[in-house]
């Protein structure tokens, strides 16, 4: 049967796909939609198999919470390169699997892939559609949920790097807190909340570091072990986020900052994703 440019048209805004990549799946579908889509998804099956050992370091990171601000989701989707990255129409695509994500706040990325896209496709098939639309290896690298009382969220322009942080009160003060340490969360990457949520592993080896460093220079036995102990608390100071200095404000912690908006308000969970 004749193929429209109404025909075409509508695939295209159905898929995202080009013109004449719908022309050519319409073509061959004979007029059929639904195996047209289902052509333009085995061309992005062979184009993920042609890149899949290509790497994919570009992409976009988005965060976001639901409208209570008591749940959120951050997510990362790479791509090969920055052209694709910086398309309004990848940011677009992105963002609709972070509301499918935010609508049903699955446990991890394999239950997201699993979940509906659209009333044809689950969010793995079209991703892999879309690889054939870009024509790049699409990778949805990241993906964390977060629970708690207020969920502050950032994303820093660009979308190369975002953050999620769960407070442990919601009120207005307490939301303009949770996006200044959201910012905090993004600009200065802790490893976690407060030394209690560091390693073992990684305390251990700031000590060996510590103690090597102060035998090399010279140090007794002893003292190296004092030493040690006094750089790991400087490394837990840097590195733990509520006893970090407050990027806008050096002079105190971002506990002490919390505590100045409510002495009780504190951050009970955080997940920051970046590109580089």
Do not use: W
């Not at 024509?135 to 999620?164: M, R």
């Not at 442990?168 to 905090?184: E, I, L, Y």
């Not at 990457?189 to 060996?208: K, T, W, Y």
């Amino acid at each position: 049967m004749a193929v429209t440019v109404a025909d075409i048209n509508k695939l295209r805004k159905q898929t995202g796909a080009g013109m004449m990549d719908c022309k050519k799946a319409l073509t061959e579908a004979d007029g059929d939609f639904d195996a047209a889509i289902d052509i333009l998804r085995k061309k992005g099956q062979k184009v993920a198999a042609k890149r899949g050992d290509n790497e994919a370091h570009e992409g976009l990171i988005i965060a976001k919470a639901n409208a209570d601000g008591k749940s959120g989701v951050i997510l990362k989707l790479n791509c090969e390169t920055d052209f694709v990255a910086r398309n309004q129409d990848f940011y677009n695509f992105v963002d609709t699997i972070v509301n499918v994500a935010l609508t049903n706040m699955p446990a991890d990325a394999d239950a997201l892939k699993a979940l509906p896209y659209d009333d044809k496709l689950s969010v793995a098939d079209k991703i892999t559609e879309q690889v054939g639309v870009i024509g790049e290896k699409l990778d949805l690298s990241g993906y964390a949920t977060l629970n708690a009382d207020l969920v502050a969220v950032y994303n820093h322009p660009g979308n190369q790097l975002a953050a999620i942080v769960g407070l442990n009160k919601n009120n207005d003060s307490a939301k303009d807190a949770g996006h200044q340490v959201a910012m905090q969360v993004a600009a200065m990457a802790p490893l976690a909340i407060d030394a209690n949520g560091v390693e073992q592993s990684v305390l251990d080896h700031e000590l060996e570091i510590g103690k090597e460093l102060a035998i090399q220079e010279g140090k007794p036995a002893d003292m190296a072990e004092k030493i040690s102990q006094g750089r790991l608390h400087k490394f837990l100071k840097e590195n733990t986020l509520l006893s970090q200095p407050f990027v806008k404000d050096s002079k105190v912690t971002v506990q002490d900052f919390l505590n100045s908006v409510d002495k009780d308000l504190t951050v009970s969970d955080f997940k920051r994703f970046s590109l580089k």
